[in-house]
């Protein structure tokens, strides 16, 4: 009856108790990357390459592995195996001298022919073995040390095609090694036929019903027992090519003496022979150089030129640089095996949010098979943004008292005392212990006071909704790039769209990009705009486009917001042409004042957001400001994300008294209620 056989494998699935992969800090590295003009694809393995915070990333591991394989390479040599030969050998005949001279019963011509014998060794230590194959040793010790050698061999070129046949074979007996030419000959036998496509499963079965103890990898097929073979022989063959000359010609030589006959040496070189036929895409060619004092025998050695060539591969897959490669591709098991547990599981992590990213919503493949942001990651990523504008502003409160309630007012969560006319709802909890308070101070508690007065009353604060319709306007011109404003730019962009999407749906956004031209973008198109050399700053176009989208909301307030690091160069001929001129050409400066009128005309609040420190743009920017009754702000480029949020703000309060200087209003109120503290929308 068949052996049934238990195949156990290493636990992939990492920590069934972990808490699920968080994507938030990935996904703010990818789409700052895909501001600065990465694809989403590019981005993400980016990240996967250099980690997180506290993620380990395919680089560290990377580099981890290029240790190891240096740490292989230093520490050993590959004289082992012949060392130990010739010290095996050198005792011997040391104890061999010694026999001959103290045994008085030996004839002493045969004593005097064996040391002659003896002393015309050849210097070569693999000649010196075979020479004495058909000497008769006089001393048992120098006997055994001889015997030792050839067991010695034997194990040693078993060990290096069958992983621990060393250990296995220590102290075997004559029956152990029929067992094992047994084996060899059945294999290669299998080998033949499945190479020339005659085998059965039946074929392998049967094998290795016979010879499955000398596989504790249990193979599945004969495919399976290919591979494993190949790749040891492969490394077998490598080690041999990393050997001097010198090296290998005596290992050659002595390996005719394993187990005393040559049958061993020639059923391996079969095998070999087979394996090479069967897997020519394995290294068969390779070598490596040991530099180190430790030395290593035969097998010993097999296996670290295999822990180098799964190093090897380990590199590759860590790289990620071939096409179509995923984290699925790294072998978690080899990983461990060469740098522990603790790789693995950064490994595993990086593979799950790997395919979080893939599989979360956030990454879509577009009609040519790129890699796109979806909107749901534009919505988050700008959550991230304006809770980040939430933090910045929270100390910077302004303050303003705003007594106007209706129908589209929401509650501000501030209250005040009610005055004759509210029509704003009470503050209940408020009101109730403004009236305990009051009877404790009266002295008239319990039943003989009363319960609320009216000076006890206070009433919810509202904020008043008002439509806006906004423009966006910003510079996309190449000196936005060259002076670093380009990422900062498109994350204002995507907070304030995030904002209006999330808090302000009535409110009626269009963004904007100018440089030779100018352009309506939705909000993916702009945070994936690449930078172009092109010259221009087309801000005449800018607000021709601006205008009419204002012209298609007349009841909505028109909101300006315009960011530049420039004087406009550029303006739109009657014809459609664009006319560049620098420095900025009268007329150009006249279509753009023209057109800043008519936007001031139609009622827009208008907000210029100067980038840079230059004397002339600060001059002209302030004058085209005071044209149309508009503001000038100078942020920093960390501030300009925040600027704008408070502009917009600003600008949709019909409280004249809002600040608008140096404060953020009662928007922010230090709580920053337009987002709250996990970035979801109230």
């Not at 090296?247 to 040559?262: C, D, H, I, K, V």
């Not at 980038?611 to 942020?635: E, H, K, T």
């Amino acid at each position: 009856m068949a052996r049934t056989r238990t195949r156990f494998r290493r636990y992939n699935g990492g920590d069934p108790l972990a808490p699920p992969v968080d994507i938030a800090e990935a996904l703010d590295a990818i789409g700052e990357s895909v501001m600065a003009g990465s694809s989403p694809e590019r981005a993400m393995n980016e990240f996967l390459r250099r980690g997180g915070r506290k993620q380990t990333g395919l680089d560290d591991l990377a580099r981890k592995v290029a240790e190891r394989r240096r740490e292989l390479l230093r520490r050993h040599n590959l004289d082992g195996t012949l060392n130990q030969v010739r010290q095996l050998l050198d005792h011997a005949l040391v104890e061999e001298g010694k026999q001959l001279v103290r045994d008085a019963a030996l004839d002493d011509d045969e004593r005097a022919f064996a040391q002659m014998r003896l002393e015309s060794l050849p210097a070569s230590t693999a000649a010196a073995v075979s020479e004495l194959s058909d000497y008769s040793w006089q001393s048992p010790q120098a006997r055994a040390d001889y015997d030792t050698i050839k067991d010695l061999l034997g194990r040693e070129l078993l060990d290096q095609r069958f992983k621990g046949m060393k250990q296995a074979m220590e102290n075997a007996t004559d029956e152990d090694r029929a067992a094992i030419n047994e084996m060899l000959t059945d294999l290669n036998e299998l080998l033949e036929k499945h190479r020339r496509g005659e085998d059965t499963p039946q074929d392998f079965a049967d094998f290795m019903d016979t010879h499955g103890d000398f596989f504790p990898e249990n193979p599945k097929n004969v495919d399976e027992l290919v591979d494993s073979l190949a790749q040891r022989s492969a490394a077998a063959q490598r080690m041999l090519n990393s050997m001097s000359p010198e090296q290998r010609e005596e290992l050659m030589q002595l390996s005719a003496q394993a187990f005393g006959t040559p049958q061993l040496m020639q059923s391996l070189a079969q095998l070999d022979s087979t394996l090479q036929m069967m897997r020519p895409g394995e290294n068969w060619r390779g070598s490596e150089r040991f530099d180190g004092q430790a030395e290593l025998g035969l097998g010993d050695g097999t296996g670290v030129l295999q822990d180098v060539a799964d190093l090897d591969e380990l590199t590759e897959q860590l790289s990620q640089a071939y096409r179509g490669a995923r984290m699925d591709d790294v072998d978690l098991d080899a990983l461990a095996r060469q740098l522990g547990d603790e790789a693995v599981v950064a490994a595993h992590t990086l593979r799950e949010l790997e395919k979080a990213l893939r599989e979360s919503g956030t990454l879509r493949r577009d009609s040519s098979g790129q890699l796109k942001l979806t909107p749901k990651a534009m919505r988050q990523l700008g959550t991230v943004l304006l809770r980040d504008i939430a933090k910045r502003t929270s100390g910077r409160a302004g303050q303003r008292d705003l007594r106007q309630a209706g129908a589209a007012g929401e509650s501000s969560g501030a209250s005040r005392a009610w005055e004759f006319g509210d029509t704003e709802p009470w503050d209940i909890p408020r009101t109730l212990l403004n009236g305990v308070l009051r009877r404790v101070s009266e002295g008239t508690g319990g039943e003989a006071g009363r319960l609320i007065a009216v000076d006890d009353i206070e009433v919810a604060e509202t904020e008043a909704r008002t439509q806006a319709v906004v423009a966006l306007l910003v510079d996309t011109s190449f000196s936005m790039e060259l002076d670093g404003r380009w990422v900062p730019m498109k994350r204002t962009a995507l907070a304030l769209h995030t904002l209006i999407r999330q808090r302000f749906r009535d409110d009626h956004l269009q963004l904007i990009g100018f440089g030779r031209l100018a352009e309506v973008m939705d909000i993916e198109q702009l945070t994936a705009l690449d930078a172009v050399w092109a010259k221009g700053t087309n801000l005449h176009h800018a607000l021709l486009l601006a205008n009419r989208h204002f012209r298609r909301h007349p009841t909505a307030q028109p909101v300006l917001l315009i960011v530049t690091d420039g004087e406009p160069t550029s303006h739109l001929e009657p014809d459609g042409t664009v006319s560049f001129s620098y420095p900025p050409h009268p007329v150009t400066i006249a279509h753009t004042l023209r057109e800043l009128d008519n936007s001031g005309r139609l009622g827009a609040q208008t907000t210029f957001f100067r980038l840079g420190s230059d004397p002339g743009l600060a001059r002209f920017v302030d004058s085209m400001a005071r044209r149309v009754s508009g503001r000038v702000v100078a942020p920093d480029l960390d501030d300009l994300g925040a600027a704008v949020v408070r502009s917009y703000l600003g600008s949709r309060s019909s409280d004249p008294t809002f600040d608008t200087g140096s404060g953020y209003g009662g928007w922010f109120g230090g709580r920053g209620f337009w987002v709250d503290d996990e970035g979801s929308r109230r």
